[in-house]
């Protein structure tokens, strides 16, 4: 099971790798997982886009389980109550800013390659095959689109 998500991330880090050096960024970037998700916002969209990403990442995570919803019960995380009401909508509303980032960035990859929406959804649904192809496709960056 370790092997296939391995196997999975070096696809994604392959692609990434070839779509860095596409747009005069150094390949080995694509390796940190991190700093491959900032490089790629700095690529086509922007950094502090990025910074919003991780802080609506953060934020739902945090307030999922500062909700007091969640226990351990035989080594699993289970839900075991409502929670507080206000924590869980400031995790549903981050939990939906984090969603529509997602969204954007897949669209601005698609945009900063010369590519188009139906693009878009490949690098959303089928993100290593669509990584892959822009990576080792015919497609050339051409910056953030706005």
Known sequence: MYGIALLIWALLVVGHWKMFDKAGEKGWKAIIPLYSDYTLFKLVWTAKSFWIYVA??????????????????GGQLVIVGDGNFFLNILAFIAGLILLLYTVLLQVKTSLAYGKGMVFAA?????????????GFGSATYKGPQY
């Open 122 to 134: 490949g690098l959303l649904f089928l993100p290593n095959i669509f990584t892959l192809i822009l």
């Open 56 to 73: 609506a990442a953060v934020g739902s995570v945090a307030f999922n389980l500062l909700s007091g919803q969640y226990a351990v019960v």
